[in-house]
T-cell receptor, first 113, second 117 residues
Framework: DAKTTQPTSMDCAEGRAANLPCNHS???????VYWYRQIHSQGPQYIIH???NNETNEMASLIITEDRKSSTLILPHATLRDTAVYYC??????????????FGKGTKLSVIP | ETGVTQTPRHLVMGMTNKKSLKCEQH?????MYWYKQSAKKPLELMFV???????ENNSVPSRFSPECPNSSHLFLHLHTLQPEDSALYLC????????????????FGPGTRLTVT
């Protein structure tokens, strides 16, 4: 699975959009970009995933560059409850692989009042 | 109840005790997972059940014994644990496409914080 690079930490003012970048320059054609987050002492939470088109759901938007070497997760109106560690994972979407989700170090997002 | 629930949320047990962790998913999924999350370590996949059949067992010691009686319920039976087994135990579920490969859209419960004394 391709390696990802994320900033260690970011701050965002409450009510503003939080834009979390992820670099995945070695991504291959059949690999998806998944985003999860983990709020302190809770289980990880699935947010969104995509292959090459931009995606949006009730939680966030995912913007993937045309060359697919990077992506941005957008939380349109950050709240204090969005304070968490956000993980970008690049992985082959479907196939005979392991079910293991491998989280890197992620970005610690702090939403400031 | 919605999503994935786990009981108990906290458990303290001695090394000679026997206890069980319970997980229930209300999402209509057909695959369930046990993960272990230790302090400052990556998430470790322990067991996977798909359509009530164990499909993955990642070299987990026999003192951990999973049980999946149906697609909505998953148990982890614990006996003669060691202090290093203290961790957050997470249950997850997903909709598995049997024959179509694995999916990584997994939904997690809140976890059971286990302390072995």
């Amino acid at each position: 699975d391709a390696k990802t690079t994320q900033p260690t930490s970011m701050d965002c003012a409450e009510g503003r959009a939080a834009n979390l970048p992820c670099n995945h320059s070695t991504i291959s054609g059949n690999e998806y970009v998944y985003w999860y987050r983990q709020i302190h002492s809770q289980g990880p939470q699935y947010i969104i995933h995509g292959l090459k088109n931009n995606e949006t759901n009730e939680m966030a938007s995912l913007i993937i560059t045309e060359d697919r070497k990077s992506s941005t997760l957008i939380l349109p109106h950050a709240t204090l409850r969005d304070t968490a560690v956000y993980y970008c994972i690049v992985i082959q979407g479907y196939g005979a692989g392991s079910y293991q989700l491998t989280f890197g170090k992620g970005t610690k997002l702090s939403v400031i009042p | 109840e919605t999503g994935v629930t786990q009981t108990p949320r906290h458990l303290v047990m001695g090394m000679t005790n026997k206890k069980s962790l319970k997980c229930e998913q209300h999402l209509g999924h057909n695959a369930m997972y046990w993960y272990k999350q230790s302090a400052k370590k990556p998430l470790e996949l322990m067991f996977v059940y798909s359509l009530e059949e164990r499909v993955e067992n990642n070299s987990v010691p026999s003192r951990f014994s999973p049980e999946c009686p149906n697609s909505s319920h998953l148990f982890l039976h614990l006996h003669t644990l060691q202090p290093e087994d203290s961790a957050l135990y997470l249950c997850a579920s997903s909709q598995d496409r049997r024959g179509g490969g694995v999916t990584y859209e997994q939904y997690f419960g809140p976890g059971t914080r286990l302390t072995v004394t």
